[in-house]
Structure formats: structure tokens, C-alpha cells
């Protein structure tokens, strides 16, 4: 399974970040230990929602649209 998920910084209002993972718990832990660049500075972050996909590419191809 592939997630496209997004989320929303708590500090910063605007600041909205959309990703893509095959581990979504592994990688929002990593989102909130400060250790991915894009939103290290934006902390504390919440999930907004995310969505599951069966195949990468149609994942990723929602990602980017």
C-alpha cells in the first residue's frame, strides 16, 4: 500500500506539506522528530488526512496533481 498524506504545521497556519510513503507511521515519526528538512522548521505538525493507493504510480501521480 502507498499513502499520499497531508499535513498541517501548528506553529504556521499556511504552511500545509503533502507527501508520499509506503510507511506512513515511520514517516510521520520522522516528520515529528524534526529529522525531514522540508518541515523540520514548521514543528509541531498534525495530520490533516491521507489517502491509500494499491499502486505507486497512480499514488504519485495524485501527489503531484
Known sequence: MFFVYCLLSEKVSK???YGFTSNM???LQYHQKGKV???KRFLPLKLLGYKVFENEIEALK???D
Open 62 to 64: 495524485f501527489e503531484k
Open 25 to 27: 507511521e515511520q514517516r
Open 15 to 17: 504552511f500545509h506539506y
Open 37 to 39: 528538512k522540508t518541515t
